[in-house]
């Protein structure tokens, strides 16, 4: 069975352009949810994603947009990019947000702006 | 604000001696604990995960839970060379529909 698959796996942009990032989930895993983590930091909440449905924001601004399609796989898009989103953009797949549901990880993304 | 918080290390530890990983939250509601490593320039692995408080252990790994102290605990007993990474603590609860709050992270060196 694959795993967590994101892509691309590196990416560099220019200030003020825009970025989409890929994640497929683990088959059967209807839950997937985004984290960045910048350099010596613990991995920062995003945005969750259940049944295609939005159920959870964390604290960043409005250029971070995401969505899951009907095969549960997501797009994390950023707008407007500043150097401050320079960062490893992390999918996490999962079976259903719940008390004893383990989170697990693709590769990542690591997302350079210049 | 959830905290999770862990020392940030570096822990240096002999080959094949126990390493000893804390970890402390604020989050008295938070219901499931996770220690996932990290490789330089990689992402999280999931090594453990606690429910209940008391002991888990699985191979070389045994993760600690006390939730009247709030806190968790990971020990690595025989420690490998391998076992260098950045460990890092996260918890989930409910009333945040179990998204992952996570420390920053404590690096783990094993010296052979």
């Known amino acids: 069975d694959a795993g967590v698959t994101q892509s691309p796996t590196h990416l560099i942009k220019t200030r003020g352009q825009h970025v989409t990032l890929r994640c497929s989930p683990i088959?059967?895993?209807?839950?997937v949810s985004w984290y960045q983590q910048v350099l010596g930091q613990g991995p920062q909440f995003i945005f969750q994603?259940?049944?295609?449905?939005?159920?959870g924001r964390g604290n960043f601004p409005d250029r971070f947009s995401a969505r899951q399609f009907p095969n549960y796989s997501s797009e994390l898009n950023v707008n407007a990019l500043l150097l401050g989103d320079s960062a490893l953009y992390l999918c996490?797949?999962?079976?259903?947000?719940?008390?004893?549901?383990?989170?697990?990880f693709g590769q990542g993304t690591r997302l350079t702006v210049v | 604000q959830k905290e999770v918080e862990q020392n940030s290390g570096p822990l240096s530890v002999p080959e094949g001696a126990i390493a000893s990983l804390n970890c402390t939250y604020s989050?008295?509601?938070?219901?499931?604990f996770f220690w996932y490593r990290q490789y330089s320039g990689k992402s999280p692995e999931l090594i453990m995960s606690?429910?209940s408080n008391g002991d888990k252990e699985d191979g070389r790994f045994t993760a600690q839970l006390n939730k009247a102290s709030q806190y968790v605990s990971l020990l690595i007993r025989d420690s490998q060379p391998s076992d260098s990474a950045t460990y890092l603590c996260?918890?989930?609860?409910?009333?945040?529909?179990?998204?992952?709050?996570w420390g920053a992270g404590t690096k783990l060196i094993i010296k052979p």
């Open positions: 996490a797949s999962s079976l259903v947000p719940g008390y004893n549901t383990e989170a697990f």
């Open positions: 088959s059967g895993h209807k839950s």
């Open positions: 994603y259940y049944e295609k449905e939005e159920r």
């Open positions: 989050d008295r509601g938070s219901q499931s």
């Open positions: 606690i429910y």
């Open positions: 996260a918890v989930s609860a409910a009333d945040s529909n179990y998204q992952l709050i």
